[in-house]
């Protein structure tokens, strides 16, 4: 699993990929980071992440969408599934390898913080129960994003899906005010992302949250095994 | 060492694979022979674990690929039609991932060079295999395929798409690692296969039709060995002279002085045949082997399949 985690991870910063993903994490970053925090003059972070909460959305389907596709595109998908390796570890592997890119794109929030203490003291709690809970949605996200990836050869079309799935994703919250139905309402506010990380960016380490995301990062890369084991089959 | 016991896949409707059995011993190099879409790769991405047959097993060395997946690839060193390289790497890198991947625990450095001096591609580790010509990406193929010295090499199509010389390079050293390793070895080039292979597995339309070593193929599929004769003196005699020989099925005559002579398979007629016409009187002017030649026995397996 090792081989594979470093393998992605190359094959990220090989291409322009790494770098770009970085580039506009930072950016964009750097940006709310400037508005909400210096501008304003507040030690507060929360804006900077519920502003960033779009880009993740973005960004994470970029990080995975040739995590699978492309392998079998170019038919290099052999040389992993003729190893000997299970093909829990192979998805494991490329998991762990978006995610750890993720993690890169995350740990710019430590250098804000660090800024931060020159002009005043943030709230050391609520930033790591935040950061904790970015962590736990993009892993989530990039678990839902490897196994749309798992499902076709186009990249693009990865892509794609990926995008609208995370749009979704990201509103879901919105349309249950719009729904009369009250269980609907119900299930779709206790399904949503937001409302989750919600208890976070409040401070509060709640654990269903916690399990909710770690439940979604099991069921997706589960289904992703199941797509190969499938291919095999059929 | 591989065991293909009654190997039966289907895509859909499509029976890709129909009771596929055969097998390679320690040691053996066989090649899977069959035209374009006889069921050549299917077959060993079977083999590998790659695809799931729908019915039957397969072994590596006693290890069922589908029971115990990890323990039989680990004796598996694999080269598919399409080598799958990660085209961003170098090749060194690939070389050295391909290595943990398959957690060979040989020393890392000196295995790879080893390895990469025996496929020869050690002027060109350090380049990115992008930008590799098609010889040495499959050469690349074949030292992945080779890492951790695998008892087991399945290779399918190794020399599709080289230049003659290439061609000679990969086949000597498939020749030379034959040694060492039991290879299956599939190609639809005739010449390849007869160079390289002790054994010979034909393909067609999935099913098995001639399983035989090399030199033994077209009599297998005859039945029958043939001889092509010319002889001076009277028709009659001759023929009279050859049919009496013990093991003669049939003689015909063909143009001139020229005869055909079909004989059962196994007995070797020829002394006889020699003794039966020095006797009559009638001088052998020529004497040969009229076996078909391995392209005729492909076509005569697979005309049904090729029109």
Known sequence: ???????????????????????????????????????????SMNYVFLSMLMIVMLIIPIITMRSFSEEKKQKTDQALLTAPVSLTEIVLGKFLGAFILYCLCNAIYLLYAIILLFYGTPDWAVLCSTLLGMLLMGGALIAIDLFISALTESQVIAAVISIGVGLLIYMIDSLTGMLNVEWLSNLLHNISFDAHFTNFINGIINITSVVFFLSVIGIFLFLCVRVFEKRRWS | ?????????????????????????????????????????????????????????????????????????????????????YVDMTVRRYLEFIFDLKKVKLPKKEHIAEVMTIVKISDVESRVIRNLSKGYRQRVGLAAALLGNPPVLILDEPTVGLDPKQIIDIRKLIKSLGKKHTIIFSSHVL?????????IVMINNGRIVADAATDKLSESISGEGILALEVEGAVSTVREAIGSVDGVKRVSKAAGNNYTVE??????????????????????????????TLEESFLKLTEGGAD
């Open chain 1, 1 to 43: 699993m090792g081989a594979i985690i470093k393998r992605e991870l190359s094959s990220y910063f090989n291409s322009a990929i790494g770098y770009i993903v970085l580039a506009v994490f930072y950016f964009f970053s750097g940006l709310f980071f400037y508005m909400y925090c210096l501008l304003s003059n507040t030690a």
């Open chain 2, 1 to 85: 060492m591989i065991e293909v016991q009654h190997v039966t896949k289907r895509y859909g409707s499509v029976k890709a694979l129909d009771d596929i059995s055969f097998t390679a011993d320690s040691g053996e190099v066989v090649g899977l022979l069959g035209p374009n879409g006889a069921g050549k790769s299917t077959t060993m991405n079977i083999i590998t674990g790659y695809l799931s047959a729908g019915e039957g097993t397969v072994l590596i060395d006693g290890v069922d690929i589908l029971e115990h997946p990890k323990q039989a690839k680990a004796k598996i060193g694999y080269l598919p039609e399409i080598p799958p390289l």
């Open chain 2, 191 to 199: 010449s390849e296969v007869s160079a390289v292979c002790d054994r």
């Open chain 2, 263 to 292: 004989y059962e398979s196994g007995v070797d007629v020829r002394r006889g045949i020699f003794n039966a016409l020095a006797k009559a009187g009638c001088p052998i002017l020529m004497m040969r082997s009229g076996n078909l």
